[in-house]
């Protein structure tokens, strides 16, 4: 019996990774058909403001973008208030970046090759290269060598510690292709883990 529910249970959790693919997959494809300019190997689990817009941003190659993230590519605040005109501006997302969880990224704003965007962070400006970003709004407080660095010594400290586990795995972007075959190790892993 507990074998057939944990069976079961691998299933559903199999299942819903390949549905959590799929709605990813559709979600770049649908960008790129209203025009956005997405590059390869790209994750994306935010959302734009408006898709007609979407020929004003570019996501390079094997960028990252967590769920919840909003992408702005215009302000049309003074132009509802005062009828101004609506103001556009391009979003470049850079090669390898990560914006994390519940971001908004104003018009306007690149995000640097291999930037990290800290989660609920709000961009309103340009972040550099390999920079480390967070808050609102969103400001430079070190770059990622730096945050490797502290990362490192907090997987040392935390190795005995339960709440804690660290998978050794690829990037997603070098993954993303045969993404079934490391699922299941990904899903051992959550397996083992609890
Ligand atoms: C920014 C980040 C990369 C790590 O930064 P870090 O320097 O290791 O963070 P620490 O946990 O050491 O915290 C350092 C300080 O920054 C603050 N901080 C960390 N992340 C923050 C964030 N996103 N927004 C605001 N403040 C943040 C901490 O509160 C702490 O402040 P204190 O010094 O006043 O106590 C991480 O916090 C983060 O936001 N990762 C993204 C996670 C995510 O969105 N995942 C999505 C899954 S796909």
Not at 52 to 78: K, R
């Amino acid at each position: 019996m507990r074998y057939a529910r944990r069976l079961v249970g691998d299933l559903v959790r199999k299942l819903a990774a390949i549905l959590d693919d799929a709605s990813r997959f559709n979600r770049t494809e649908s960008m790129r058909k209203y025009g956005a300019n997405i590059g390869k190997n790209v994750f994306f689990e935010g959302d734009l403001s408006d898709y007609s817009n979407a020929p004003f941003l570019t996501i390079e190659d094997g960028a990252t973008v967590s769920h919840g993230t909003v992408i702005l590519l215009h302000d049309s605040a003074l132009n509802n208030t005062l009828g101004l005109p609506i103001k556009f501006g391009k979003v470049v997302i850079g090669k390898e970046s990560y914006i994390g969880a519940n971001c908004t990224i104003l018009c306007g704003v690149r995000i640097g090759e291999r930037a990290i965007v800290g989660s609920h962070s709000l961009v309103t400006k340009d972040i550099p290269d390999e920079a480390v970003a967070y808050g609102v709004p969103a400001r430079v407080q070190g770059t990622i060598h730096e945050l490797a660095e502290r990362h490192k010594a907090n997987m040392k400290a935390d190795a005995d510690d339960d709440r804690y586990h660290y998978l050794d795995i690829i990037p997603w972007r070098d993954r993303v292709n045969s993404q079934l075959k490391y699922r299941a190790d990904y899903l051992d892993f959550i397996e083992r883990s609890i």
